[in-house]
């Protein structure tokens, strides 16, 4: 009995060694990230973001793209963007079976939505999910996602939000008062 067991977590472990996977590239650019047109950082930019994602893929043979989603000018609080929505889509479809991100602020920045698709969504339809610059691998690391680190930095996302709209109507209220 123990050799047998033994042999099948063998084969179990091979078998997810050559596990290819079909990747969705998901990037998003929000208006808040932009300054006038122009980027605040090369590194939130949709194409800084497309080569640090690209290059993480090169180097890992068992990452094939299935499809890139770019959701450019649209908030993280809210999940209904037509390249996301269009990504779970392929989620629901069996086109896709890993998510990947620059970091977890690109997924979103909406606390309870964030946590529900890394905790509940994902793991129901068997989605590995990738943050690079936050280290989050579901799959290579699953204790990744639920560690402390994740709701936090999660919680700190939702609050940048909430800090860039006050500061966003009380300049414009300042352009009121002064016309």
Not at 53 to 79: A, K, M
Not at 81 to 87: D, G, I, K, T, V
Not at 129 to 141: C, E, L, M, Y
């Amino acid at each position: 009995m123990a050799g047998r067991k033994s042999k099948y977590s063998s084969t179990k472990n091979k078998c997810l060694k050559n596990k290819t996977w079909s990747v969705a590239v998901y990037i998003r650019l929000s208006q808040e990230d932009e300054d006038n047109g122009n980027e605040k950082q090369e590194s939130n930019s949709v194409t800084s973001q497309k080569a640090l994602l690209n290059e993480f893929i090169e180097e890992h043979d068992d990452l094939i793209v299935y499809d890139t989603y770019i959701d450019d000018g649209f908030t993280g609080t809210d999940f209904n963007r037509p390249s996301f929505q269009r990504l779970l889509e392929d989620m629901r479809n069996g086109n896709i079976n890993c998510v990947i991100v620059k970091d977890l602020s690109r997924l979103g920045r909406n606390y309870i939505e964030v946590g529900n698709y890394i905790e509940q969504v994902f793991p129901l339809f068997n989605i590995r999910f990738i943050a690079i610059n936050d280290f989050v691998d579901s799959f290579k690391n699953p204790t990744s996602t639920n560690t402390i680190l994740v709701p936090f930095k999660n919680l700190i996302n939702d609050e940048y939000c909430r800090d860039t709209s006050i500061k966003i109507r009380s300049a414009l209220n300042g352009r009121k008062k002064k016309r």
